[in-house]
């Protein structure tokens, strides 16, 4: 499932890809073919994510404030299988996919669509090597020129798709996908924790819902009604750049950790969404040379390294499944 970051950065890139623009919506697999049908000939005034539900406004006219009551919401959670794609002409930069399939762990960021041009999710350049040393998708030819590009058939169970002037997103697989009034995100925001990305994102707010818990932080990192936006990897991170144990309760945590706990993932998150990818070791960390058999160590500290040696100590880290996820921590750095 991606994380918090992710939907960030798939909320700025939709909101510059086609913000302001009348779009053509469609359901091609036919599961979405009323919420479409609503959303059809509307503009897209912007998307905004809260942890990892995107919410994106659609208007009669472009000329509309977000809190006009002829705005409607479109919320989309990824969920464990939902995914974007991408393809347009030589105006229009994109990943070429956002969420499943898969990456492999430890690619590196999204691969870019071949010829693109624009920001629309920085780090990305259209027709430049993506983040591995590969060429980006469609290697062997470049994007159309605007007015030659045809949009492509949909591929799979296409539950959306979103057609503007230069280029097509297509959406997979997805938890939720509904069409909701104001107050429909109102009430989901409010089942919500702070998000630290969101400028509305309140630390005190995180804190004081931890506090007055019993069960262990490491689990509370990842209930998204105390915090949204966090997942498994921010949660193992995180939690060992700040010294504390996942097994500690949440009310056994200081107001001083807590709060660092929230001060941390606020840059690593905010890296996440400059780049598209997680990184979250300090350079002077990094091991040089690099282990041939572990190159998650210069980018996690504990993330998918059961049994190598912890970066600043040596102990072995450690992993244990905890509410159906593997949870890695360093025993000696993070003393329960």
Not at 135 to 163: D, F, I, K, Y
Not at 212 to 239: H, P
Not at 243 to 266: M, Q, Y
Request: charged content about 20%; aromatic content about 6%; glycine content about 14%.
């Amino acid at each position: 499932m991606p994380e918090g970051h992710t939907i960030h950065r798939l909320a700025a890139a939709l909101t510059e890809l086609y913000g302001g623009q009348v779009l053509r919506v469609s359901s091609p697999q036919g599961r979405f073919a009323a919420g479409a049908a609503l959303l059809d000939g509307r503009v897209l005034l912007e998307a905004q994510a809260h942890g990892k539900h995107l919410f994106t406004a659609f208007a009669p006219r472009a000329d509309m404030p977000v809190g006009d009551s002829a705005v409607v919401w479109l919320r989309i959670h990824l969920g464990l299988y939902g995914s974007w794609t991408f393809d347009g002409d030589s105006r229009f930069t994109a990943p070429h996919a956002i969420g499943a399939p898969r990456r492999k762990v430890g690619e590196r960021g999204e691969h870019a669509l071949r010829g693109g041009g624009g920001s629309a999710l920085a780090g990305l350049a259209g027709g430049a090597e993506d983040a591995d040393g590969g060429a980006g998708h469609g290697a062997g030819a470049p994007s159309a020129q605007p007015g030659a590009w045809v949009p492509p058939e949909p591929r799979g169970a296409v539950r959306l798709r979103l057609l503007g002037e230069h280029g097509v997103a297509d959406l997979t697989g997805p938890s939720a996908c509904e069409v909701i009034d104001a107050e429909g995100v109102a009430a989901v925001r409010r089942r919500l924790g702070p998000d630290p990305l969101r400028a509305d994102g309140q630390r005190e707010a995180f804190v004081a819902s931890a506090r007055a818990r019993r069960k262990a932080i490491g689990e509370l990192l990842m209930d998204q009604s105390v915090l949204a936006g966090a997942g498994n990897i921010y949660r193992a991170e995180t939690l060992f750049r700040c010294g504390i144990s996942p097994f500690r309760a949440g009310n056994r945590v200081s107001l001083a950790r807590l709060r660092a706990v929230w001060d941390d993932l606020v840059p690593l998150m905010e890296y996440g969404v400059a780049t598209g990818f997680i990184t979250t070791v300090d350079l002077d960390d990094v091991p040089s040379p690099l282990p041939e058999d572990d190159p998650e160590a210069a980018r996690w500290y504990v993330y998918h390294r059961a049994g190598r040696p912890c970066l600043r100590c040596g102990t072995p880290i450690a992993q244990r499944e905890v509410a159906g996820r593997r949870l890695f921590w360093c025993p000696a750095c993070q003393r329960a």
